[in-house]
């Protein structure tokens, strides 16, 4: 039996109807104008000609970049440290947060103090420098890896999910058939949990991707360095070769010069979210509910 609508409450649906359609359109035409411009003729782009679909198509931008045989190189370290550092992040996340949630943890109140503590202070970028030095990181895997294991604020997040989902009973009933507390957490938690765990592996595995700092200043071996580094470098490069050309007065190669460097812009940015936009829709459903248990607090 459907429960008729007042006029108030149509209204109220039209109105919420009409904002999400608008936030749909401000957040879909920069992504769509994006991808329209990479394969687009950058005349018709600075001229406004091209303002949502593609004018001219060229698929330049995108055989320069990939050229490059360093952008391949990026990618499969890219990929190495995104999942290599999202195992991290959850190897050490998960435990954390749910010895945390539980009230029987010894010390809880002074370990949560310390953790915290880092959400508002730390050691600055030289100390934290010399500490990777001393640790022998400098040039490694590692430096990209270890120094970012954990997040508090994602840390809080998980604990908050195991404090509302995971009930007390289940893990008594656990202990009397004499499971151990790591059996409990690996065979029972764990496999309740997939909700925050999508959220967490996306969290870090967002940061990982787009992460260049860190290579910036811990990595000088170009065997090492990943995507986002090298996209760096074909951006600063184009706007060198473009300023050394306009004081040089060559007119006509710094036309043809600044088109290039426009086609290369686009193609860069959607090379380096491509892989993102594509894994998102698979973790949509886990995400949402991740998040909305996770930001409920007890």
């Known amino acids: 039996m459907s429960i008729k609508q007042t006029k108030s409450d149509k209204v109220f649906d039209i109105c919420n109807k009409l904002l999400v359609w608008f936030f749909i ?7 769509i104008y994006i991808v329209s411009a990479s ?3 950058p005349e018709y782009v600075n001229s406004g000609k091209m ?10 931008g995108y055989e320069r970049v990939f050229q490059n045989s360093e952008i391949w190189l990026g990618y499969r370290n890219t990929i190495f440290y995104t999942l290599f550092g999202t195992f991290i992040n959850l190897f050490v996340t998960l435990p954390m947060a749910y010895a945390l949630s539980r009230q029987q943890l010894v010390g809880k109140k002074v370990i949560m ?38 997040a508090m604020w994602n840390i809080i997040v998980t604990m908050t999910f195991f404090k509302v989902t995971i009930p007390r009973g289940l893990e008594e009933a656990a202990e009397i058939d004499g499971a151990s507390q790591i059996r409990t957490f690996l065979q029972i938690v764990l496999p309740l949990s997939a909700p925050i765990i999508a959220v967490m592996a996306l969290f870090y595995g967002v940061g990982h991707w787009n992460q260049y700092f860190n290579a910036l200043i811990y990595l000088q071996d170009r065997e090492l ?56 829709p698979f973790l949509q459903r886990f995400f949402l ?7 409920i607090k007890e």
């Open 225 to 280: 360095f990943p995507l986002q580094l090298f996209l760096r470098e074909i951006l600063v490069q184009q706007q060198l070769t473009t300023e050394l050309m306009q004081q040089s007065g060559a007119v006509e190669a710094l036309s043809e010069h600044a088109r290039i460097a426009d086609i290369i812009k686009y193609a860069v940015m959607i090379i380096s979210a491509a892989p993102l936009l594509i894994v998102y």
């Open 25 to 31: 359109i401000i957040i879909s035409y920069p992504l």
């Open 113 to 150: 103090a310390m953790l915290v503590f880092t959400m508002f202070f730390e050691g600055g970028l030289i100390p934290t420098y010399l500490l990777i030095r001393d640790l022998g990181m400098i040039d490694t895997i590692w430096a990209m890896v270890l120094p970012n294991a954990a």
């Open 51 to 60: 303002w949502l679909f593609p004018q001219g198509i060229t698929f330049e």
């Open 39 to 41: 394969i687009s003729d």
């Open 289 to 295: 509910k991740g998040v909305m248990i996770g930001s």
